[in-house]
């Protein structure tokens, strides 16, 4: 089907085209109405506000970093919280050393937390981290190190399918428990909070938070930018050839588990990039970030918005925890249903989410006469 | 072998009678009036402590019947006098914080003596000395008790305080002794104080006889006389010092291999309960190819069908849980079908989209468990039958609940192969896991396979609901806690193999059992998860991979 990838790559770019022009627009228009418009006007956005705006756009981040394995490769992880939190407590670090003597007890050297717990020195693996530069080197390498070695062991004896989402789930729940030792010295369930100020700026006034907001809108476009590069390159097509008939694309001669090794940690890098970029905005990175349910969440952000599709799954980052942040402060009771109902839904009806919906009426009106593109290869066959 | 058996019931026999005689030999010719009884209770109510503990000394040789009812009351803060009157009175009950009048016994014929307001009473009261004198001395009237157990209690109270007058009643007694296991503890008692006599001999002999005790306190004891404890010298003669060395090492050893004895036994009941949630996921999963993320939703709906039941019949405790098998196996038999007919047969062939699927079941069960029973914990009673400790001896003890959860475990595993292996029904599950196709070109009703084999691992996570809620509370997240070890369990047993489910699963209890006391219990978790995933490496269908045919689509 030679026009098949053709007229892919022209619906994806009109798919770009809107995604990258809506997120400029919440880069621009969100911190004007923050910074010059007046509090007492109803189109105010408060600091609350634009938190929230920084939090969706960094989960459309984490969001893309899934739908590119889940939605390309065929690689379910239901552990990219994991990712999410290395990089969060890695830029976590950096800021708890920010804040210096100015903690509860005063100690130039020792975060609070450590002084509660009678360290008398800083543990080895927390030298450096008051260098922001060295913070940042970290929260790509430490996710990136892990991702490497759990997908090297796990490719090379071909863990597929729901297997390999069992095990990276378990491996987001272990790092959990661990980081809810005290001993870890990762600041035990508390985690880090409080924070100061990010390169000696004060982390609670406007103008800093407008500033993380457009880097956090920035980056997010440019890592859109260059999972699309990914995904159309030569690399992209043996990645959905792996999705689609795994064997058949190693019987070819292509190296699958390479493919799938470096995509892998090259989304795990992404989501650790999120995690950095959140948690200076939010303001507290704590063990739960790392449990299952939220990996499984951001699963579910993919399939709503649309797997395959990237911008898709952004979007639906956003619309989903939109929802959630609607439903917790009106009707909490009621989010878990939601949710629930949400994946039982989506998976049941929506197997290519709103994106398919839309995409999927349009190219009927316009294309009645084209054949249909098959709308999901099933997994090879049941037993 | 008949006669010895007959000889030894002749002895118990004039034994018994022996005593019997005895006791009512000293009741009668002894007994002082009661008036002398009455005075010496009445004389406890002024004199100080040091006084008290010589009148209840005189108290306990007095031989009256009632003396011991009336040290005992003493004990529990339960003897009273009237302040009008001065007379000493028992108190039926002990008496509660709110109580405005209590009721009385009196104290020679231990019949009611009607009651009293509270502020007419005045309590007699002790002080720990008092009260550990008191349990001594109680202890030997209960040394005479028909009862073994009572006589074994009775020689645990009076060890705690070996004085010469306890060491001769013990000597009294360990001649008169019949019940073997009572004769062995009065002995390491008696050789507990014999390791004290000035004698070598005698501390010798003592030590012959604590060799085989396996008890912590002879343990402590001998590594004194051995001089191997801190800092201390040991005893004064070499032969004594090397015995007891030798002792202390043979105690050691077997209290060792005794605690690693009680380590499995951890980890098998451990391992049990994850063995009981893997099966079920072993049939969903394997049997199906379904992954089903609320079977520990299932597990928790089991439990709380455990706490309605026990709820609804409250005057059943001891036997709720009886039914509650039955009943959470339905509850969650039918929920998992209900989940089947509505979601899981849409997701047929797309393993991953069903995981996500059945998340969001999951999701949805939690809420409506915490809408309904709020996310407060349920505690799920034990019933008396399986509540309390299995001593098997003085190094190694088992609780009944783990004990029986072990053995329900097997109970469950061997049904459900039974049912597999040696009904239609079972046959049927095979023949669709096997080759769907071909069952189907047989005459097998697929679907209705499909909807009864859900229902099966279904069933099973409520029984093992029931399990759960004799371990731990019942609440809305009870599941999650145990899932992601279960799912271990499955990946490192074998998929759609019972055996890797059984083998599996109890070799993850007892491995993190045996790595907790080095590691934490949450490292040892940690270190397990590597394991497997190393594992995994070179068996990445787990122990027990499937063969033939229906390994090829896998």
């Known amino acids: 089907m030679p026009n098949y990838t053709?007229?892919?790559?022209?619906?994806?770019?009109?798919?770009?085209?809107?995604?990258?022009?809506?997120?400029?627009?919440?880069?621009?228009?969100?911190?004007?109405?923050?910074?010059?418009?007046?509090?007492?006007?109803?189109?105010?956005?408060?600091?609350f506000g634009l938190t929230l705006v920084g939090k969706y756009l960094c989960y459309a981040l984490l969001a893309l970093s899934v739908d590119l394995i889940w939605g390309y490769c065929g690689i379910l992880s239901l552990g990219h919280a994991a990712f999410f939190s290395l990089g969060g407590y890695a830029i976590g670090m950096y800021l708890m050393r920010q804040i210096g003597s100015r903690g509860v007890y005063g100690n130039p050297e020792l975060p609070d937390f450590m002084v509660f717990l009678n360290y008398k020195s800083l543990p080895w693996f927390w030298h450096g981290f008051n260098h922001f530069a060295f913070a940042l080197l970290m929260m790509i390498v430490v996710p990136a190190v892990l991702a490497f070695a759990f997908g090297w062991f796990a490719f090379r004896s071909r863990v597929t399918g729901v297997y390999l989402s069992i095990i990276t789930q378990a491996l987001t729940y272990a790092l959990m428990l661990a980081f809810f030792r005290n001993d870890m010295g990762f600041g035990g369930n508390n985690g880090f909070t409080d924070f100061k100020d990010i390169l000696g700026f004060d982390l609670h006034s406007d103008k800093v938070r407008v500033t993380l907001l457009v880097f956090t809108a920035v980056v997010l476009g440019a890592s859109y930018l260059a999972c699309r590069a990914i995904v159309a390159s030569r690399a992209g097509r043996v990645m959905r050839a792996i999705r689609d008939a795994e064997s058949r694309a190693r019987f070819l001669g292509y190296r699958v588990e390479s493919f799938k090794l470096w995509i892998f940690v090259f989304s795990a890098v992404l989501a650790g990039i999120a995690g950095a970029l959140y948690v200076p905005q939010i303001g507290i990175i704590n063990p739960s970030e790392f449990s299952p349910i939220n990996s499984i969440e951001v699963v579910i952000w993919v399939a709503v918005g649309g797997r395959g599709t990237l911008y898709g799954a952004a979007a639906g980052a956003l619309l989903v925890n939109y929802a959630k942040t609607y439903f917790t402060s009106t009707i909490p009771e009621a989010w878990y249903y939601a949710l629930g109902t949400l994946f039982v839904l989506v998976t049941l009806f929506l197997?290519?989410?709103?994106?398919?919906?839309?995409?999927?009426?349009?190219?009927?009106?316009?294309?009645a006469t084209r054949p249909a593109v098959p709308a999901e290869t099933p997994e090879p066959s049941r037993k | 072998m008949k006669k010895s058996v007959r000889s030894a019931g002749a002895r118990l026999l004039f034994l018994a009678l022996l005593l019997a005689g005895l006791s009512?030999?000293?009741?009668?010719?002894?007994?002082?009036?009661?008036?002398?009884?009455?005075?010496?209770?009445?004389?406890?109510?002024?004199?100080?402590?040091?006084?008290?503990?010589t009148i209840i000394a005189q108290l306990a040789q007095s031989g009256h019947p009632s003396a011991q009812s009336a040290l005992t009351a003493l004990l529990e803060d339960r003897l009273y006098f009237r302040n009008d009157d001065q007379m000493v009175f028992l108190l039926k009950a002990p008496a509660a914080d709110d109580a405005t009048s209590l009721t009385l016994v009196d104290p020679v014929t231990l019949k009611d003596a009607g009651s009293a307001p509270v502020e007419n009473l005045t309590k007699i009261g002790t002080n720990n000395h008092l009260r550990r004198v008191l349990q001594t001395t109680l202890a030997r009237f209960r040394l005479s008790s028909p009862d073994a157990a009572v006589r074994l209690g009775a020689v645990h109270d009076i060890e705690q305080n070996l004085d010469e007058g306890n060491v001769k009643l013990l000597r009294e007694r360990v001649?008169?002794?019949?019940?073997?296991?009572?004769?062995?503890?009065?002995?390491?008692?008696?050789?507990?104080?014999?390791?004290?006599?000035?004698?070598?001999p005698v501390r010798l002999a003592a030590i012959a006889v604590l060799h085989k005790s396996l008890r912590q306190d002879v343990l402590n004891k001998l590594s004194g006389v051995a001089g191997t404890s801190d800092g201390g010298e040991g005893d004064s003669d070499p032969q004594v010092r090397a015995a007891a060395q030798s002792a202390v090492k043979s105690i050691t050893r077997w209290r060792t291999m005794y605690s690693w004895c009680e380590t499995l036994f951890f980890g098998l009941s451990l391992g049990s309960v994850l063995v009981l949630i893997a099966i079920g996921l072993a049939i969903t999963f394997g049997v199906m190819g379904v992954i089903n993320m609320a079977h520990g939703e299932l597990m928790m709906l089991g439990a709380y069908t455990t706490y309605l039941v026990q709820v609804a019949m409250p005057n059943h405790g001891e036997i709720s849980i009886l039914v509650a098998i039955p009943a959470a196996f339905l509850v969650a038999a039918l929920m998992g079908i209900l989940i089947e007919r509505t979601v899981i047969r849409f997701l047929y062939g797309r393993p991953l989209e069903t995981l996500l699927a059945t998340f969001g079941v999951s999701l949805i069960l939690q809420q409506l468990v915490r809408s309904i029973f709020t996310a407060l914990n349920r505690s799920v009673n034990t019933p008396n039958w399986m509540s309390g400790t299995l001593q098997v001896n003085d190094a190694l003890s088992v609780t009944y609940n783990r004990l029986y959860i072990v053995i329900f475990t097997l109970l469950v595993f061997a049904a459900l192969f039974v049912v597999l292996k040696r009904t239609r029904v079972g046959l049927e599950i095979r023949a669709v896991s096997q080759n769907r196709a071909m069952a189907r070109a047989m005459?097998?009703?697929s679907e209705w396979v499909d909807a009864l084999t859900f229902g099966l691992g279904s069933g099973i996570a409520g029984v093992a609901g029931v399990a759960l809620s004799q371990l731990t509370n019942v609440n809305p997240n009870l599941g999650q806690s145990y899932i992601i070890d279960s799912f271990m369990v499955v990946v490192f047993g074998g998929v759609g193999n019972l055996w890797g489910a059984m083998v599996g699963g109890m070799?993850?209890?007892v491995v993190n059992q045996l790595l907790e006391p080095y590691a934490g219990a949450v490292l040892a978790k940690i270190f397990v998860l590597i394991v497997l995933i190393l594992f995994i490496q070179t068996r990445p269908r787990g122990l027990f991979p499937p063969t033939g045919r229906s390994s090829e689509n896998q």
């Open chain 1, 6 to 47: 053709l007229w892919i790559s022209a619906r994806k770019d009109s798919g770009s085209a809107w995604f990258l022009g809506a997120l400029a627009a919440i880069a621009v228009i969100v911190p004007v109405l923050n910074l010059a418009v007046p509090a007492a006007s109803p189109f105010h956005v408060s600091a």
């Open chain 1, 351 to 367: 197997p290519r989410g709103i994106v398919g919906l839309v995409t999927g009426r349009a190219r009927k009106r316009k294309t």
């Open chain 2, 24 to 53: 009512i030999a000293r009741l009668h010719a002894q007994s002082p009036s009661d008036a002398s009884f009455l005075a010496s209770l009445g004389q406890l109510r002024e004199v100080s402590f040091p006084d008290k503990e």
């Open chain 2, 175 to 200: 001649a008169a002794e019949t019940d073997s296991k009572v004769k062995a503890e009065i002995s390491t008692s008696l050789a507990m104080a014999d390791l004290d006599s000035p004698d070598a």
């Open chain 2, 443 to 445: 005459g097998i009703r």
């Open chain 2, 507 to 509: 070799s993850m209890g």
